[in-house]
């Protein structure tokens, strides 16, 4: 009689013991379903001059990723193209400081993961140093070297609320001084500001877990890179996106091409 009130009151215990382990398994499931849900909102990525080349192609690629994608056009009644996509078309040149504080204002309260600062021009490719135009190589600084210095201060906010924290800087090979083959004066030169900006940039949020790098595209097939470019435009972009997802923290600061191969500066 008492062993069998022993092994009784065992069983109990037991059966207890048990229902009481499948309540916590199912409640800590539950728990981590939940929090992996709300652990993976949608990303944001923001483009500059997103209407045409490199830059729409961006916003097709980064679409078909699944982040939202805003993309900035100089005249957006008529980026088509670009509101094809699905992108949020916002007005941004980048070289007019209202612009510039404008769309910040628009974009309040919105977390930005990627900022890509990829507007830009050629300058005066077929100048040399006897014709060298001083006023348009201002303007081509304007556009290459303080443009994303501009974006990117206006956008801090949004940067700080978004998880990945990545400014992507488009430059160019041409702005690196150990390749330099000669000419594109003005393009070159602020090309190689970028770079130098994008590096103290890289420096002083380095802490605030931000990401800072210049990529540069290949030669590519739009209306700057010209008909003769070997690549496509999707080709480039994919590999830039490959680059930018793999990006890690020793990453911050350095320079890139689209295959991930380092350049020298
Ligand atoms: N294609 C290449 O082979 C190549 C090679 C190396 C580096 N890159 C770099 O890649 C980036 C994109 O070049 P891309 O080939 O795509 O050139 P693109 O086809 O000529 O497009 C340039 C984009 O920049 C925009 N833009 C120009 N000035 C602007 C301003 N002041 N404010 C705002 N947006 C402005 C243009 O807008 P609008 O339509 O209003 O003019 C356009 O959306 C550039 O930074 C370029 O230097 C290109």
Redesign the pocket.
Known sequence: MFKIQISQKLIFSLVTLCMVGVMLIGSQYSFAEASSLSSSPQKTVLI????????LEFAKQFKQLGYTVIG????PEKAVELKATGAQVVA????DSESVASMAKSLKGTAIDVLVN?????GNPQENFKSFDFDKALMTYN??SL?PMRVTQALYDNLLEGKEKKVIH???ILGSIENNSGGYYDYRAS?AALNTMNKSLSIELESEGFTCVVL?????K????GER?PLEPAESIKGMLAVIQQLEDDDNGKFYDYQGNSIAW
């Open positions: 500059t001059g997103a209407n045409r080349g490199l830059g900035t056009a100089r005249s941004l040149d980048v070289t990829n507007a830009g021009v050629i556009i290459n443009g488009i430059t160019s090309k540069h595209p290949g030669w590519v739009t209306d700057l890179g470019a």
